[in-house]
């Protein structure tokens, strides 16, 4: 079955220290695989995407992930983090029938 | 800017009232979806409208109806609230392909008491 697994549910980083926030995927094809963010009460933003080329890929807010195929990965990154990254972020792969499979979301939470 | 926009932002119904949730967007995208977003179970997806004129079931499609009533409008209808229809509900739409990205609205707040 395609899946997409989000295997922290909550991420602590220390203001100024790099994060990562993991994400593994299981779809059949090339991978499409995306990154969003959600605010308390609001809707999800887009952060990132990777179609094909680069496997580091760069988005909004100083947030990039890297695509390692052979892992089944999309990890998102950045290189120092802020108060204001604290969030829910969702992981997302299209799947064969190019609906969008959700990760269950992982809680970062950023420490002054 | 508008995007994607949906009403109502929060509703209050009674087991077994309906209503309807409204989404707009204004991006000339040709598909449009409505999820539901409960705790620690990510987004499910409803019904999707792949292009106007269309629409299929998705992940969680009963107790829901959709219309898609042009291309810049999709509309979801409860026909009779339950409880476990509590949720957050959000309206997306992207263009067809699959590298192409989906945007949210705002969403809106459900309860069913």
């Known amino acids: 079955a395609q899946s997409v697994a989000q295997p922290e549910d909550q991420v602590n980083v220390a203001e100024g220290n790099p994060l990562t926030v993991k994400c593994t995927y299981s779809?059949?094809?090339?991978?499409?695989l995306f990154w969003y963010v959600q605010y308390p009460n609001r809707g999800l933003q887009f952060l990132l995407k990777?179609?094909?080329?680069d496997n580091l890929v760069k988005g909004s807010y100083g947030f990039e992930a890297e695509f390692n195929k052979s892992q089944t990965s999309f990890h998102l990154k950045k290189p120092s983090a802020l108060v204001s990254d604290s969030a829910l972020y969702f992981c997302?792969?299209?799947?064969?029938?190019?609906?969008?499979?959700w990760g269950a979301g992982t809680k970062l939470i950023i420490k002054p | 800017n508008a995007g994607v926009t949906q009403t109502p932002k929060f509703q209050v119904l009674k087991t077994g009232q309906s209503m309807t949730l409204q989404c707009a967007q204004d991006?000339?995208?040709?598909?449009m979806y409505w999820y539901r977003q409960d705790p620690g179970m990510g987004l499910r997806l409803i019904y999707y409208?792949?292009?106007?004129?269309?629409?299929d079931k998705g992940e969680v499609p009963n107790g829901y109806n959709v219309s898609r009533l042009n291309k810049r409008e999709f509309s979801l209808r409860l026909e009779s609230a339950a409880p476990s229809q509590t949720s957050v509900y959000f309206c997306?739409?992207?263009?067809?392909?699959?590298?192409?990205?989906?945007?949210f609205g705002e969403g809106s707040w459900l309860t069913v008491v």
């Open positions: 997306a739409s992207s263009e067809q392909g699959a590298g192409n990205t989906i945007y």
């Open positions: 991006m000339n995208h040709n598909s």
């Open positions: 409208s792949a292009s106007e004129g269309t629409t």
């Open positions: 779809v059949s094809g090339n991978p499409y």
């Open positions: 990777y179609i094909t080329g």
């Open positions: 997302a792969a299209r799947d064969s029938n190019y609906q969008l499979i």
